[in-house]
């Protein structure tokens, strides 16, 4: 049973607008949330996390949302940038599980 | 700063076979994870550690080893290989579970 989804396995955005990316969550027990953006060939690289005490944290062009009664989570990047295209992946845990568990992942192109 | 390092970055196995993937973290990171990432499926915890001599399972521990001896190093070993273990493994490290974890570039693996 798929505990963290990403329902969209692809999205294309033209370069400049925004890109969002979402993520469902099936446990309210998960506290933290976190995504990471992968490239080709490298390992994932962690881009911002929220804490469930929030709803909302700004990194740059990253803003990450957390509707906990909706059990979902966002991710706004704007502008879009073509070195924004990669792979997406969203991961939640309990704080004293320290165990990870990822969505399945969106691939995001970012169209010139 | 090398961070996390993984090695080999391909290898190519016969069912049956038996193989050990490295990973090596220069970061002096108390917690260290290996994943599996296969399409569609995100990537999922095999084992885990929280500090040297300690380890723990996590989602799809069956027909995998892990021991931690030192905190630089949590080797993975495939006892019997399996096709069905034929996926990209990544290793990843962060100062505890419930931080951002730090991901090596990946190891291709290839049952037969």
């Known amino acids: 049973d798929q505990q963290v989804k990403q329902n969209s396995p692809s999205l294309s955005v033209q370069e400049g607008r925004i890109s969002i990316l979402n993520c469902d969550y099936t446990?309210?027990?998960?506290?933290?949330f976190l995504w990471y953006k992968k490239y080709p060939a490298e390992g994932p690289t962690f881009l911002i996390s929220?804490?469930?005490?929030?709803d909302k944290n700004e990194d740059g062009r990253f803003t990450v949302f957390l509707n906990k009664s909706a059990k979902h989570l966002s991710l706004h990047i704007v502008p879009s940038q073509p070195g924004d295209s990669a792979v997406y992946f969203c991961?939640?845990?309990?704080?004293?599980?320290?165990?990870?568990?990822f969505g399945q992942g969106t691939r995001l192109t970012i169209n010139p | 700063n090398a961070g996390v390092t993984q090695t080999p970055k391909f290898q190519v196995l016969k069912t049956g076979q038996s193989m050990t993937l490295q990973c090596a973290q220069d970061?002096?990171?108390?917690?260290m994870s290996w994943y599996r990432q296969d399409p569609g499926m995100g990537l999922r915890l095999i084992h885990y550690?929280?500090?040297?001599?300690?380890?723990d399972q996590g989602e799809v521990p069956n027909g995998y080893n892990v021991s931690r001896s030192t905190t630089e190093d949590f080797p993975l070993r495939l006892l019997s290989a399996a096709p069905s273990q034929t996926s990209v493994y990544f290793c990843?490290?962060?100062?505890?579970?419930?931080?951002?974890?730090?991901f090596g570039d990946g190891t291709r693996l290839s049952i037969l």
């Open positions: 970061m002096n990171h108390e917690y």
């Open positions: 929220i804490s469930s005490i929030k």
């Open positions: 550690s929280v500090g040297a001599g300690i380890t």
């Open positions: 991961a939640t845990l309990f704080q004293g599980a320290q165990k990870l568990v």
């Open positions: 446990n309210s027990m998960f506290d933290y």
């Open positions: 990843a490290s962060s100062y505890q579970g419930n931080q951002p974890q730090h």
